[in-house]
């Protein structure tokens, strides 16, 4: 077990030695520690220096990850071994963003032309939309593009689209239906013409509930205008993994677009399901964002951990997660394109590292993932900070800050900045008693003005906000939570907690539709609410 080892235990006693330590303590002995503590690499240049830890911190950490393998684990997944060893798969999205020469073997069989021929159609299928060479079925130019996915199939996609949309044409617009709920669909849909619109449907095994009843309603929409099922092959792409569904649901095969069962969902951004990403920002800048994941993988792959930017932000959400129990990370984009980062970053690491056994099986005796949240800046400033400045809780916070704003205007860049920076130095450094009397503040008010201050943060400054940015900065957070899995020794791949919900829902469906009064067989609560909900639905 993970506390059992020399590493674990060597922590633990710095620990006590740290944990009480300002931070003001530790740059005011140590004028070089912003130097010391700030690692550069394409292009990303982390300061780490307002974490509370020495340089002895970094070298405990970095032996706990020796100890327990993280070299290996990084070649045995960039070498396409079966890691996802719950679902007997490699785990190879590294592989979606190989270059066309490169070789990655699964099951003896290298997979980058495979990757670089589905990226060639869907270059191809996106030019053709791009230009309008592709026509609806009645010869109108296509107008918008609505993905439907969910999961894995929906929040990459969302979140790219979002983050690169100074990229994007503006000609077709682009919509995203994901929920169950007909609100969803409805919404995304309201106003468009069918005859101009063009449905992705994006999931990889093409039988999930949510984007299967969205893609049928999607069929029945558009039929209803186009009247004609043969309208579907201009009006409807796919992509996933299980062609024969995709045939049975009408969707000509040569609209698929196809990857495999070593693409797991949350990590699937940047394979076809990248397709409406491809569409809005065109093949170039597709190909240049995973130009940048590509070049971060080979950072993760190759750099030595004290210089390894995901290795690095791994190890701290582990020391501030074990040690200092933090329960959660904020992650504070200060760019308005990056505002469904945070949604995006909250499925990518919890579903990931959500768990509580051991790839042996045996209970962790130790926390997991923290949790993830976040919202971009300024405006979170305006409200939840005040429970990071002064609440009773650790949170560890991610600020991302560009040096170059895609959309200069005035003053905003500069006051945007100076914000991410004031908030980490207030985190750091806060406000003593002494300060805030000297202002003149009464004594009775002076506790509530006081600013303890010694909460940690990363912050990250980038030139500009490009599609090769947005492929690094994917990628950090990928490795970053790879190697906090591979710390816990856990399997960041699988995700058997979504099962049993989704099984539950599909028995309890038949009950609130059937016309007769189902024989509810439930817990009480469970009885009691379905019995209401049929009851109110009726009236
Ligand atoms: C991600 C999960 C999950 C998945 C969705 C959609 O890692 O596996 O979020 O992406 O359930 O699945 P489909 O793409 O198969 O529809």
């Known amino acids: 077990m993970l506390t059992d080892l020399a590493a674990w235990k060597t922590l633990s006693e710095h620990y006590g030695k740290i944990q009480s330590v300002h931070l003001r303590t530790l740059f005011a002995n140590d004028p070089k520690r912003a130097q010391k503590f700030t690692v550069e690499a394409l292009g990303i240049c982390l300061d780490y220096s307002k974490n509370r830890i020495t340089q002895g911190t970094v070298e405990l950490l970095a032996n706990l990850a020796e100890e327990c393998g993280l070299r290996d684990r990084i070649d045995a997944m960039f070498r396409g071994d079966k890691i996802n060893i719950t679902e007997n798969r490699a785990v190879l999205h590294t592989a979606l963003r190989a270059p066309r020469d490169a070789s990655v073997q699964v099951d003896g069989k290298n997979v980058v032309p495979d990757v670089h021929a589905v990226l060639d159609r869907m270059s191809a299928f996106a030019d053709r939309v791009r230009s309008g060479a592709w026509t609806g079925y009645t010869g109108k130019r296509i107008r918008t593009v609505v993905n439907i ?43 468009l013409d069918p005859e101009e619109t063009l449905f992705i449907v994006s999931s990889k095994t093409f039988t999930t509930l949510e984007t299967m009843t969205n893609a049928h309603t999607a069929k029945a929409w558009a039929l209803a205008t186009l009247k004609d099922e043969a309208a579907v092959a201009k009006h409807f792409a796919a992509v996933s993994t299980n062609a024969k569904e995709v045939a049975k649901f009408g969707i000509d095969t040569a609209n698929m677009f196809g990857f495999w069962d070593w693409v797991g969902g949350r990590y699937s951004m940047d394979s076809a399901i990248g397709l409406s990403t491809m569409l809005a920002v065109g093949p ?48 504070l984009p200060y760019d308005q394109y990056l505002k469904r980062f945070p949604a995006y970053l909250q499925q990518l690491t919890m579903e990931s590292n959500g768990k509580s056994v051991t790839l042996a099986g045996e209970r962790v005796t130790y926390e997991t993932s923290q949790i993830y949240w976040g919202e971009p800046g300024t405006n979170g400033q305006h409200s939840f900070y005040q429970l990071i400045h002064q609440g009773t809780k650790l949170i560890p916070c991610d600020f991302i800050g560009f040096a170059r704003s895609l959309n200069p205007l005035g003053r905003h860049h500069d006051l945007l900045m100076a914000n991410v920076f004031a908030q980490a130095e207030a985190l750091a450094f806060g406000k003593t008693v002494e300060q805030v009397k000297a202002e003149g503040t009464p004594d009775w008010l002076a ?93």
Not at 285 to 308: I, Q, V
Not at 323 to 331: I, R
Not at 497 to 524: C, F, N, Q, T, Y
């Open 149 to 191: 996915g969910i999961g894995g199939s929906d929040l990459g996609p969302v979140m790219a689209y979002e983050a690169l949309r100074h990229y994007a044409t503006r000609d077709i617009a682009f919509r995203f239906v994901s929920n169950i709920d007909g609100t969803d669909f409805a919404e995304a849909t309201h106003g």
């Open 284 to 331: 170039d800048n597709f190909r240049a964002m995973l130009a940048g994941f590509h070049a971060m993988d080979e950072h993760f792959r190759t750099a030595p951990f004290e210089k390894n930017i995901p290795v690095l932000m791994g190890l701290l959400c582990v020391w501030y997660d074990n040690f200092f129990g933090a329960d959660t990370v904020a992650v």
């Open 447 to 539: 506790p509530h003005r006081v600013f303890e201050g010694n909460r940690p943060s990363n912050t990250f400054l980038i030139e500009e906000l490009t599609p090769e940015v947005l492929g690094k900065l994917i990628a950090m957070y990928e490795h970053s939570v790879f190697t906090q899995g591979a710390i816990w020794g856990i399997n960041p791949f699988d995700q058997w907690g979504v099962e049993l919900g989704k099984v539950l829902a599909m028995r309890i469906a038949p009950e609130l539709e059937s016309a007769e009064a189902p024989e509810l067989k439930h817990d009480a609560s469970t009885n009691a609410l379905i019995a209401r909900y049929r009851g109110l639905k009726r009236q």
